[in-house]
């Protein structure tokens, strides 16, 4: 199975900071790389896919970057509604694996 | 637009065999590449990724929980059923339904979920 981590696992930060997220996978996946942010009693939603591909209707302040086992996301400028927790997922190949997460919370 | 809503009981007993089923609509399980797949994320803790069925019945398990899987498509009335069985209160959880598109494994569209609780 495909591993992922995550980093940092949870941090706070203020409205107009910009925020980066980092995850590994434990070998190389390409850019079949996807994020996902979830709040409280809410389902996932897919914000970026294939590393770099803004999902449509996800507000331009989401980026992804990265390929092979590296790979980050990038918030431009915190927004109220952006606290939340993300994850990351490879879909490189089955078993799909998630990573553990990073809470995004106000400072 | 597309939905997806998870259903089933809340409540299971340990060595019961959970059945539940996701009914959508925006979409039919009968176009090429199309998929549909359940997650589940226990409380306070993160996504497992469980089961896929594709539109041409190709099915995908996870691993460790092969064994006690199934998962089924009925075209005709927009549904995917997985059924686990022997469940214990570890598999207590929330369980998410969701789309995935073009024979992908990412998951662009997501039920609300559902709490199952394992319980004696």
């Known amino acids: 199975d495909i591993q992922m981590t995550q980093s940092p696992s949870s941090l706070s930060a203020s409205v107009g900071d910009r925020v980066t997220i980092t995850c590994r996978a434990s070998q190389s996946i390409s850019s079949y790389l996807n994020w996902y942010q979830q709040k409280p009693g809410k389902a996932p939603k897919l914000l970026i896919y294939?590393?770099?591909s803004l999902q449509s209707g996800v507000p331009s302040r989401f980026s992804g970057s990265g390929s092979g086992t590296d790979f980050t996301l990038t918030i431009s400028s915190l927004q109220p509604e952006d606290f939340a927790t993300y994850y990351c997922q490879q879909s490189y190949s089955t078993p799909v694996t998630f990573g553990p997460g990073t809470k995004v919370d106000i400072k | 637009q597309i939905t997806l809503k998870e259903s089933g009981p809340t409540l299971v007993k340990p060595t019961q065999t959970l059945t539940l089923t996701c009914t959508f609509s925006g979409f039919s399980l009968s176009t090429s590449g199309v998929g549909v797949g359940w997650i589940r994320q226990p409380p306070g803790k993160a996504l497992e990724w469980l089961a896929l069925i594709y539109w041409d019945d190709d099915k995908r398990y996870s691993p460790s929980l092969k064994s006690r899987l199934t998962i089924t498509k009925d075209t005709s009335k927009n549904q995917v059923v997985l059924t686990m069985t022997n469940m214990d209160p570890v598999d207590t959880a929330t369980y998410y339904c969701?789309?995935?598109?073009?024979?992908?494994?990412?998951?662009?569209?997501w039920g609300q979920g559902t709490l199952v609780t394992v319980s004696s």
């Open positions: 294939a590393a770099s």
């Open positions: 969701a789309h995935t598109p073009l024979t992908t494994y990412y998951f662009d569209y």
